[in-house]
């Protein structure tokens, strides 16, 4: 889930292919050193991305049919956005779940985590339900969300604001704050945007991991089934193709929730800060414009047919397959498991090992291709009617790309000869023989 990066546990190639534990900071080496290479063109991106994000989900909502009489400026959205926001806050305390450990700290330290995440959806669910039985399938809830969608956009961007200054300020407040390496550049607007601290809490309570996972995820479920609602308060009844968008990206979300400690690994986790850039794609840009093919198929329903649910599948099924399956082989490879005991590595310098067979031999980046797979089936759902819908793919290829290219630097410095070794062995970086 986040404005630039994926919500999935996508991982920089030194995570992906390392089997090496992530050092303590050495004896006399700064803790927190000045960021000298600042990521989106520095200050002018990072302003033209947190207008022009927003501007973007404001344009995507008008474009397909917006809910006539709707405002942008709706306190009721905003009262229902925050009742929302602070009631998964307290069912992360309420709602019982595992303590476990995440990735070693430059001060050679861990922070706990409890994880509770797929508790806490099955108790969203569990209400959302009962709800439905006690108002006759009314549903009162779905249709606030469906009919007050764009002050809730509003209301989202408006706290992903807020929360990116609340920890701005906060990263201030002790020395001894482990900060983010790429957002400690000393300049205010460019370490807002990106994230100056690198886990910013409030007690136990884990602000990114939160957001990563619980409001925008779980909103995201939540729409979806608002507009199946709507489309079945419009039409009388749930085209295959409305309730196929539905099963695949509620298969999407509760996966996350499951594998919640493996998302411990993951980049959003344990290299970038925590700033408005993830404030916003975590609690705007996921739940409002991946959501845009129910939005769409609520209004203009498409049947696909049995021969278009089963090609639909199949795509779903084969790009699902590539990425569970290349990142179970990363994760093998990263514990020792003697179940890859046979696949082939570099030996690097630095005594780190990449892969060169098995998934991560056909492509620096396999898994990226499974799931901008599997995003092609969520888009093919609306047919060929508007390329509005196919935002999310379009989207999601640029986001791969950015994050492979910045994967690459990363590891060309971090491997030097070793990396350019390794790029003539595995030649192709996300789509086998074409990229």
């Not at 690459?408 to 086998?432: L, N």
Request: glycine share 8%.
């Amino acid at each position: 889930m986040s404005v630039i990066e994926s919500s999935e546990p996508l991982l920089d190639q030194s995570e992906v292919f390392s089997a090496q534990k992530t050092p303590a900071v050495a004896e006399g080496r700064e803790l927190n050193p000045k960021t000298t290479n600042e990521d989106f063109s520095g200050v002018p991106g990072a302003l033209g991305i947190t207008i022009g994000l927003p501007t973007l989900i404001y344009v995507l909502y008008y474009a397909l049919d917006a809910v006539p009489g709707a405002k942008a400026i709706d306190l009721c959205a905003l009262e229902g956005y925050l009742l929302w926001f602070f009631g998964l806050v307290g069912l992360f305390y309420i709602v019982p779940g595992r303590v476990v450990d995440g990735t070693t700290l430059r001060d050679g330290t861990h922070l706990k985590y409890k994880v509770n995440g797929f508790n806490c959806f099955l108790v969203v669910l569990a209400v959302l339900i009962a709800r439905g039985f006690i108002t006759h399938g009314e549903l009162p809830e779905l249709v606030f969300v469906a009919d007050h969608l764009l002050g809730l956009i509003t209301a989202s961007i408006g706290l992903a604001f807020v929360l990116a200054f609340f920890v701005y300020f906060k990263s201030f407040g002790n020395p001894k704050t482990i900060l983010a390496y790429g957002g400690n550049t000393g300049k205010p607007i460019f370490d807002w945007f990106i994230g100056r601290e690198l886990n910013p809490r409030i007690g136990t309570f884990d602000i990114k991991l939160f957001c990563e996972l619980r409001p925008g995820m779980f909103l995201w479920a939540i729409i979806n089934a608002a507009e199946a609602h709507l489309q079945y308060r419009k039409f009388g009844y749930i085209s295959d193709s409305m309730l196929l968008s539905n099963i695949f990206q509620f298969i999407y979300i509760i996966d996350s929730s499951i594998l919640e400690a493996k998302n411990l690994t993951m980049i959003d986790v344990t290299t970038d800060g925590f700033g408005f850039m993830l404030a916003f794609g975590d609690l705007a840009l996921v739940p409002f414009t991946y959501t845009l093919q129910t939005r769409f198929l609520a209004t203009h329903p498409v049947n696909l047919g049995w021969l278009g649910i089963a090609g639909v599948v199949a795509l779903k099924a084969i790009g699902y397959y590539i990425f569970r399956s290349s990142n179970s082989q990363k994760n093998a490879f990263r514990s020792g498991d003697p179940s890859v005991a046979h696949l082939k590595y570099i030996e690097t310098k630095s005594g780190s090992k990449l892969l060169i067979s098995g998934w991560w031999g056909i492509s620096r980046h396999i898994n990226y291709f499974g799931d901008w797979l599997m995003s092609i089936a969520w888009c093919a759902m609306t047919g060929f009617n508007t390329p509005i819908t196919y935002y999310y793919s379009l989207y999601f290829a640029i986001l791969l790309i950015h994050r492979e290219s910045r994967d690459e630097a990363k590891c060309s410095e971090k491997y030097g000869d070793d990396w350019k070794e390794y790029k003539r062995i595995v030649r192709w970086k996300i789509i086998p023989y074409l990229y």
